[in-house]
């Protein structure tokens, strides 16, 4: 502004000579006068010149530059402040490490089906299917005392084709058939250990006598477990046409996803029977991965429709258990 005044004072004093000169007036020497205070104040008020560089920048405490002043037509500023972001990710480097993003996992999928005493008319298959409580809760024991982390087959998906970080000696625990003593039996021991189940289910046998409801369903997964599908009517998927394979996988996800309001991804093929059709429709229908009966504890990559489990059997003893996934773990394909 000290500009401004200055340059006003001087076109003042100019005009003041000039008029003299025009009177044909000599030019007395004539005292310097006062600031021409009244043509000042407005002038201040008003809008700062677009010409006064220095005006600007006081008027711009935030050194935002002048559009003026800039000749570029992409101001550097704002590109400076947009190529940072997509370079500061919060979770990036702990979920996705971009080294080996696919990795074969060894996770040992253990498969149950009856947590409960065998009735006494039971037989060969109905005793190796049935785990009594007390044997069920000495195997969880074990895997507690051994500093085991039940997950879910998700958690497994993940790291297998995403990296994702698994916890310290990953274990799963699954339930085929939906059984009422899952529910009964299996679930308060799990929930004991702190543990998580994977319960496979075949939707159109719940309610019967047995079998599990749906009430029974909704509340293990408020639990925490993990509820799956295991097809409708529990029949063998294997040599069976598209559409009978998408009736029997589609509508048991479907059913299972209404009731429970939550995405139902992994499959569990009945009685551990597929062919290619059946990974097919899966692989159409949206899940992401099946376990089959085969023995074995890896998950690979590019087999996500074939992992295999850890068959446990009415009669093992916790050292039989221990024994079979240690061997199966440690083998590997
Ligand atoms: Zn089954």
Partial sequence: MRVVKWLLWVCWLLLLTAGASAS????????????????????????????????????MPTAEPTPGLIPSPTPMPVTLQ?????????EVPTHR???HPRETQ???????????????????????LSVPPASFEEQMAYFAAQGYHAVKPADVY?????????????????FDDGYDDNYLNALPILKKFNFTGTFYIPTGLLARPGYMTWEQIALLEKSGMDIESHSVTHPSLKGKTADFIRREAGQS?????????????F????????????????????????????????QKPDEPYQWPRVRIHGKDRVSDVAQRVRTLAGAAK
């Fill in 106 to 128: 060894h996770v040992p999928v253990l498969m149950y089906h009856h947590i409960a005493i065998p009735p006494e008319n039971a037989d060969a298959i109905r005793l190796d």
């Fill in 82 to 90: 947009l190529s940072p972001l997509p370079l500061a990710p919060k």
């Fill in 24 to 59: 044909g007036t000599a030019a007395e020497p004539t005292p310097a006068p006062p600031p021409p205070a009244d043509v000042l104040v407005p002038l201040a008020a008003a809008e700062p010149l677009a010409s006064d560089p220095a005006d600007t920048e006081t008027a």
């Fill in 267 to 298: 499959f569990c093929y009945p009685a551990g029977a597929y062919d290619k059709t059946t990974i097919q429709v899966l692989q159409e229908l949206g899940y992401l991965s099946a376990t089959t009966t085969q023995a074995g504890a890896w």
């Fill in 97 to 99: 490490p971009t080294a």
């Fill in 158 to 174: 993940d790291a297998v084709v995403g990296g994702k970080p698994l916890p310290s000696n990953p274990i799963v625990f699954t």
């Fill in 253 to 265: 996800k479907r059913a299972l996803e209404a009731a429970l309001g939550a995405p139902v991804q």
